[in-house]
């Protein structure tokens, strides 16, 4: 009998006839988009539940990052890490940005702030850090570098969603974050992302942009985008909030389990939570180093034989895709902790509907090297 496929994350649905009333109201008043009442009303709970000011709702986070690259007005070189998702460095190349990729901090896997400074030159405006797997980076390093420098900040927060830094959300640090409620999030809806604003001002830029830069009726104050969320996806949105406790509860539980059951395995590293913040535990990285049995290449196949889809987060490294990789900061020699957590790095399933039959089994099979 072919044993039951768990994957790396599975998105949480809440059940589908709680979804009914919401597609009603969408069939009576007919408003499918253009910042509707649920639109209106995600914003709302949004900042109440995260704990910011302003948000503004995306189509997804990667026009999201596009656009508050826009709003700031940012140009010429933004440092950032090459661990990440792609969508990371290609929002600079979508607004004529160079990336310069910085290395990450062997702990945190984020960018490492100690080496920030060599890399500013003369064209640099801009910092665009990761808080990678939902850990905060090292917010007042970086913040103190972009203060001497006069640079901006823009944190991709894809995966920081509900994380608190210090008791307030890490969404507040730089001068704007950006969301991803990508399927694969802690909280999805479908599609869709955020950009976080300090001020009302910021927030009215970036709504402007979202939509093609229309301020009224005949005013079009920039070449903006579509980057505006539906209805649809607001609604859902809503819903998804209704049930986010529950789901971050049986993530920490998870985490808990892989943290004890792998305490101790010879090879085995599971990456440490940040001690002044709460974790959203989106995701579940180990590193798979030399003096464990087998590779991490050979363990993430003895797993997919098993039906296990663990995934290589992140592997390869942004800086070595072909539109990249002949950036002289691409170079391997300027990001040697990069490249070697992209080589031992593994993320284990992670996700509510997880049962401990799943979890045993992905143990084992991790245990067993
Ligand atoms: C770090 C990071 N940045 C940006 C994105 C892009 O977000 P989206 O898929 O919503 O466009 C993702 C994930 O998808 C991500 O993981």
Request: hydrophobic share 40%.
């Amino acid at each position: 009998m072919k044993m039951k496929s768990i994957y790396v994350t599975q998105p949480y649905l809440p059940p589908l006839e709680e979804f009914i009333p919401y597609l009603e109201m969408i069939w009576d008043n007919k408003i499918l988009t253009n910042c509707g009442p649920f639109h209106q009303q995600l914003e709302e709970e949004l900042c109440d539940y995260l704990g910011v000011n302003y948000i503004s709702l995306f189509a997804n986070g990667t026009i999201a990052l596009v656009t508050a690259l826009q709003a700031l007005r940012i140009t010429g070189e933004v440092i950032t890490t090459p661990y990440s998702f792609v969508a990371t460095a290609h929002s600079l190349l979508w607004n004529g940005i160079k990336p310069v990729f910085v290395d990450i901090d062997p702990n945190t896997l984020n960018l490492d702030p100690s080496r920030i400074k060599s890399a500013i030159t003369p064209h640099t405006t801009a910092i665009m850090p990761v808080h990678c797997y939902g850990q905060p980076c090292d917010v007042d390093a970086i913040k103190k570098i972009a203060d001497n420098y006069n640079l901006k900040v823009i944190y991709d927060a894809a995966h920081a969603f509900g994380v608190k830094l210090r008791n307030g959300s890490v969404l507040n640090y730089g001068d704007l974050s950006v969301l991803s409620f990508h399927a694969t999030k802690v909280f999805n809806t479908f599609e869709g992302g955020a950009i976080i604003s300090p001020d009302a001002k910021t927030k009215q830029r970036i709504d402007h942009l979202k939509n093609f830069g229309f301020a009224d009726e005949v005013t079009v104050v920039a070449p903006g985008i579509n980057g505006k969320m539906s209805e649809l996806n607001a609604a859902f949105g809503l819903l998804q909030l209704k049930n986010i406790e529950a789901a971050l509860a049986r993530r920490n539980e998870i985490d808990n389990i892989y943290r004890i059951q792998l305490a101790g395995i010879k090879g085995i590293h599971c990456l440490n939570g940040c001690e002044q913040a709460s974790s959203n535990h989106s995701y579940f990285p180990i590193l798979v180093q030399p003096d464990y049995p087998i590779s991490r290449d050979a363990l993430y196949q003895r797993l997919k034989d098993n039906n296990i889809y663990a995934r290589r987060y992140f592997y390869p490294l942004i800086s070595d895709f072909p539109m990249y990789r002949s950036m002289p900061s691409a170079e391997h020699k300027n990001l040697p902790v990069a490249t070697i957590a992209a080589a031992q790095v593994l993320c284990l399933p992670i996700h509510p509907a997880l049962s401990s039959a799943d979890l045993r089994r992905i143990i084992d099979i991790v245990k067993g090297g």
